[in-house]
């Protein structure tokens, strides 16, 4: 049986790499104040900063929470650009990088709404609102890959033996292909120590500094019942961060439809969240007639606790109502799974 590894971006972090959405926001939130602190005055494309700042350099700003917190109990005066990126901030600390995907798909939706109810004098103010929201997603991708080139560069990475043993499990005649959802090079490590060659790996949604693999930031669930109804918008600006257009860009999906059709596979997650931004890519994957296995690699969060079960019902959300059976005899139990790093090795 074949091997599909889907890693995502729990092995960075299990690497101690800080490729956390709460990582990323306490960077951009520091290099917000670091410049205030200098001219009084901070203004990029997501947020607005001014008033007197000197104090700031007595704050304690080693976590969101306190940069936030200082921020409204003084004479700073912020303000977001946008509506999205002040509830992704000031939510914070429920969202994952997933999330932040899936509150995107929800404001496209609240805008289709809007248009369907609206007269046609109130449909260029929804559309400059859905520019707007685009322009927003936008400018945090830029961000985003601006931050993860710097932490990357400046992070030396650690080997873990228990992700050593995993990549290494069943080597041997049968095909191997590793589906990378990170934009950082963590797993080429790995790759080149243990007879993957080039072609087995594949970086689906881009890769930093990697003009020919552009980064893909954004949605992608065509099942979703809003899906068609906003493609009968004939609105194209609906689609500009929906993942499929992205994967046009490479071959990268048709390399992955070639394998799960060359043979029976089994499926072996390694740090993905399995939440519904991947769903139609998900969904192609775990249904499909070769797919025989899917084996989590668990989060251990404690000695006593870890997300097998959390992961088994993301991975639901990944099957049709016809494929429930099938995910019941699919899904490996929690007596065959192991953690993807032992709470001990980890920490």
Not at 50 to 76: C, P, T, V
């Amino acid at each position: 049986m074949n091997d599909l590894y889907l890693i995502g971006n729990g092995f960075d972090l299990a690497h101690g790499l800080k490729t956390s959405y709460n990582d990323f926001l306490l960077w951009y939130l520091n290099e917000s104040i670091e410049f205030t602190n200098s001219n009084h005055y901070f203004k990029d494309s997501l947020i607005e900063i001014d008033g007197n700042a000197s104090w700031l350099m007595r704050g304690d700003y080693s976590s969101i929470r306190n940069i936030l917190g200082n921020f409204s109990n003084s004479n700073i005066r912020i303000q977001y650009k946008h509506v999205f990126f002040k509830k992704i901030v000031e939510n914070y600390r429920d969202y994952r990088w997933v999330d932040i995907e899936y509150e995107y798909y929800m404001a496209l939706i609240d805008l289709y709404k809007r248009l369907e109810k609206a007269g046609v004098s109130r449909h260029a103010q929804i559309d400059k609102e859905l520019d707007d929201l685009n322009s927003c997603f936008h400018s945090i991708k830029i961000k985003l890959e601006e931050y993860l080139t710097d932490t990357e560069r400046a992070f030396r990475k650690k080997k873990l033996n228990s992700i050593n043993n995993i990549l290494l499990d069943g080597i041997g005649e049968n095909q191997k292909l590793v589906l990378y959802f990170n934009y950082t090079s963590t797993i080429k490590a790995y790759v080149s120590n243990h007879r993957f060659k080039n072609d087995d790996l594949i970086y689906i949604h881009g890769k930093l500094d990697d003009p020919q693999n552009p980064i893909i930031f954004g949605y992608g669930d065509e099942i979703d019942a809003y899906y068609e109804k906003i493609e009968n918008l004939n609105n194209n600006e609906f689609f500009r961060n929906i993942k499929s257009f992205g994967y046009f860009k490479t071959e990268n999906y048709q390399r992955v439809i070639r394998f799960v059709d060359s043979g029976k596979f089994m499926v072996r997650i390694l740090g993905h969240s399995c939440g519904l931004s991947d769903r139609i890519l998900l969904n192609t994957i775990f249904e499909h007639k070769n797919c025989e296995k899917i084996k989590i690699y668990y989060y251990q969060k404690s000695k006593t606790e870890n997300d097998y079960f959390e992961k088994t019902q993301e991975i639901s959300r990944h099957f049709n109502a016809l494929g429930k059976s099938k995910m019941r005899k699919t899904i490996a139990p929690f007596s065959e799974s192991v953690p993807l790093v032992p709470f001990d090795e980890i920490n």
